[in-house]
Each structure stands twice: as structure tokens, then as C-alpha cells.
């Protein structure tokens, strides 16, 4: 389709200085505002790392579920491979091939492996994730908190009890789904696909909770929530990639937390203002 006369070449009369392009539809401006802040709260989660009150919350989730993790597949390697074999061979057209195709077995041998490999990055980035939603992450936000957004009124609308069984109900979401759809996991592509939106779902589930439970109430929560879910969404799966590049997995959980708490609460500024409040004085009051 031709695009109008002008397109992309006009200028807001309010604004002259800035660019405007009136072909972008109002779901198309929202949508680039929308990728500007995830790319916002990931600068700023960065920034929020290099401080050393920080730094250990980065480093210990992502160690100690890495040594978990490689200690229960050491210890039960050949159960796993043998336990999904099992599962498969259930199924008589697969039992049927790899009984009678030596190249059928070893593919269905080698596939099971590396789906059992693979399986291993979304585990130790999910335990790495409940650490930092259970322990990590109220103590990072407190700091953060305190530095980038003193005049942000606390309304505790969660609390840390809250948070942790939210975060066991997420895991336990994640890990039953993840079960169920281990089958899938042969079909290429899907090994890789399916474990990113479960991360991601996990991302946004646990996250939102924690960096919104000091400083929302319960209402907020609720509506911060259903405004960004499918941004949360996107800033999850950001987030779910790295669970997938070595050395950075292990820092990943810590820093997804942080972009969270970045974007959920410039968010939360953003809503009090359209809502009507102002902060005078460190103290919130709501304009007439």
C-alpha cells in the first residue's frame, strides 16, 4: 500500500524540533513508547548492578543453583535418559522404528540427551529465579529503592510471605508445564521455543509481584499488571534468552529482577501522575 503524501516528513506544529510520523497508527506509538522503556529498565538494571551492595545479590542465586543442578545430573544421568526412553518407547510408531533402525535408536538416543542438556539451562535459571524472588530481590529493591526512586510513596500492597508463595506457585506452574511438553521438545525448534515462553511467563510472573509489593497497593498491583502483561511479557523473554549464553545465565535471574523493578516502578510513577498525585515535600497528595 502506497503510504499518504508527506509521510514521515511532517512535523508537530506544537513541536517543530521533533520528527512525527503521522503513519504510525496510535497501537503502533504506544508500542515503540512500550520497547523504549523495556529498553530503559534494561540500562537501568545494568547501572544497578555495578553497585557493590548489589554485586553479591548477582553472583550467589545463579552459583548455587549451577552447582545444584550439575550435582543431580552427575548423580542421575543415566536414570533421566533412561526414564524418558521408557516414556517414548510407549509410543508404538517410535518403539517400531528404533527396534528395527540402529540410526533410529542412536537419533532418538542422541535427541533425548540433548533435550535432557537442555533442559538443564531452563532448571538452573528457574532456581536461580525463585532465590532471587524469595531472598535476593526485596533486599536489591529496598536499595534501589532508596536511591532511584526516594519519593515514591510505600503502600505495600504484598508482602514478603506473599512473595515467596507466589513464587512457589510459579515454579511449580513452570515445572508441570514443562513435564507435560518434554514430547515436544523432538519436533525441531520447539526444544528451544517452548522452555523461552515458559521462562519468560515465569519472568513475569515471580518479577511483577516483587518489584511492585513495597511501593503499590493492591489495586495498583492489579491494574499495573493488566496494563503492561504483554510488555512484562516481552521484557521476560529478554530476559529468558540469557538463560541460554554461558557464563551470562548465571547473572541473569539477578539482573531480570532488577529490570522489573525498573520498569514496574517508573510505571507506577507514571500511573500516579495520570491518576492525579503529586509529591510535595516527600509526602503524596492527590491534586483537586
Known amino acids: 500500500m502506497p503510504l499518504p503524501a508527506g509521510c514521515g516528513r511532517r512535523r508537530r506544529a506544537a513541536n ?10 496510535p ?10 522503556e523495556i529498553l530503559r529498565a534494561y540500562a537501568h538494571a545494568i547501572r544497578s548492578l555495578a553497585r557493590r551492595d548489589i554485586l553479591w545479590h548477582l553472583l550467589w542465586p545463579g ?3 549451577l552447582v545444584v543442578w550439575i550435582g543431580l545430573a552427575v548423580g542421575f544421568w ?11 518407547n510407549g509410543w508404538d510408531w517410535l ?12 537419533f532418538v538416543s542422541v535427541t533425548v540427551q540433548i533435550a535432557l542438556a537442555l533442559a538443564l539451562l531452563p532448571l538452573i535459571y528457574v532456581t536461580a529465579a525463585i532465590l532471587v524472588a524469595t531472598i535476593s530481590l526485596p533486599l536489591m529493591l529496598e536499595r534501589v529503592a532508596r536511591t532511584d526512586y526516594a519519593l515514591l510513596e510505600e503502600r505495600r500492597g504484598g508482602s514478603q510471605t506473599g512473595s515467596a508463595l507466589n513464587a512457589l506457585w510459579a515454579a511449580l506452574v513452570f515445572a508441570v508445564a ?15 521455543a517452548i522452555p523461552l515462553m515458559l521462562t519468560a511467563w515465569l519472568n513475569r510472573r515471580a518479577f511483577r509481584y516483587d518489584a511492585l509489593m513495597m511501593h503499590a497497593d493492591r489495586d495498583e498491583m492489579k491494574a499495573l499488571s493488566k496494563r503492561h502483561d504483554g510488555s512484562m511479557l516481552l521484557l521476560g523473554i ?12 548465571l547473572f541473569a535471574p539477578a539482573f531480570c529482577g532488577l529490570a522489573f523493578v525498573h520498569y514496574l516502578l517508573t510505571a507506577l510513577e507514571q500511573h500516579r501522575k495520570e491518576s492525579g498525585w503529586v509529591v510535595v515535600d516527600a509526602a503524596p497528595r492527590q491534586q483537586p
Open 16 to 25: 517543530p524540533g521533533r520528527r512525527y510520523n503521522p503513519c504510525l497508527s
Open 27 to 36: 497501537r503502533q506509538i504506544e508500542d515503540r513508547k512500550q520497547m523504549k
Open 63 to 65: 552459583l548455587l543453583s
Open 78 to 88: 543415566g536414570t533421566l535418559t533412561g526414564m524418558a526412553m521408557g516414556a517414548l
Open 95 to 106: 518403539h517400531s522404528w528404533t527396534s528395527s533402525s540402529e540410526f533410529g535408536a542412536g
Open 178 to 192: 514443562m513435564l507435560l511438553s518434554l514430547p515436544l521438545w523432538l519436533v525441531p525448534g520447539l526444544g528451544l
Open 238 to 249: 529478554g530476559c529468558a534468552a540469557l538463560a541460554y549464553v554461558p557464563v551470562v545465565n
